[in-house]
């Protein structure tokens, strides 16, 4: 995740904010300092190592039919959460995060890491057009678009 959405997060979220970050990187650590109430959940046993050795919060998920594991403990994670960033899973199954939206709770900060990609910049304008979500931010730079939404307030 690009340096300057972890800034603009402090901007719209309390420190305290319980934040899920779907797909950890190098930049967990760093987003972990600015909001110690949040949880990476990893699906790469490596990197769930990677986050374990520096002491960050995780949670390691398996996936499953091109998305991960929904266990009672990641459904329950993810509809607390007053953001989750979506960065995660990996590559082609992104995509697969539109049948688990029902679990992100209402008035939910979304973060969309590369909404560049076709498939993201699809699915974000429908959220906007037909759904009711709140379009907050978008950060761009050379390379990559990060999409900052909000969850309407009746979100189911």
Same mark, same amino acid.
Request: glycine share 8%; with cysteine; hydrophobic share 35%.
């Given at each position: 995740?690009?340096?300057?959405?972890?800034?603009?997060?402090?901007?719209?979220?309390?420190?305290?904010?319980?934040?899920?970050?779907?797909?950890?990187?190098?930049?967990?650590?760093?987003?972990?300092?600015?909001?110690?109430?949040?949880?990476?959940?990893?699906?790469?046993?490596?990197?769930?190592?990677?986050?374990?050795?520096?002491?960050?919060?995780?949670?390691?998920?398996?996936?499953?039919?091109?998305?991960?594991?929904?266990? =009672?403990?990641?459904?329950?994670?993810?509809?607390?959460?007053?953001?989750?960033?979506?960065?995660?899973?990996?590559?082609?199954?992104? =995509?697969?995060?539109?049948?688990? +939206?029902?679990?992100?709770?209402?008035?939910?900060?979304?973060?969309?890491?590369?909404?560049?990609?076709?498939?993201?910049?699809? +699915?974000?304008?429908?959220?906007?057009?037909?759904?009711?979500?709140?379009? +907050?931010?978008?950060?761009?730079?050379?390379?990559?678009?990060?999409?900052? +939404?909000?969850? =309407?307030?009746?979100?189911?």
């Amino acid at each position: 995740m690009h340096p300057l959405v972890s800034e603009t997060l402090t901007t719209i979220l309390q420190r305290d904010a319980k934040v899920v970050e779907l797909g950890g990187g190098t930049g967990s650590p760093y987003l972990q300092h600015l909001f110690p109430n949040t949880t990476t959940i990893e699906h790469d046993q490596s990197w769930a190592n990677y986050l374990r050795e520096m002491e960050l919060t995780y949670m390691h998920v398996p996936l499953s039919g091109g998305w991960y594991k929904e266990t =009672p403990l990641l459904i329950a994670k993810l509809a607390e959460a007053d953001c989750i960033i979506v960065d995660g899973p990996p590559g082609r199954m992104r =995509p697969n995060v539109r049948g688990r +939206l029902r679990y992100f709770p209402a008035d939910c900060v979304v973060v969309f890491d590369d909404s560049h990609r076709d498939h993201n910049d699809q +699915l974000i304008s429908k959220l906007i057009r037909d759904k009711g979500w709140q379009a +907050l931010e978008a950060i761009t730079d050379s390379k990559r678009k990060t999409t900052i +939404l909000k969850t =309407p307030p009746g979100h189911e």
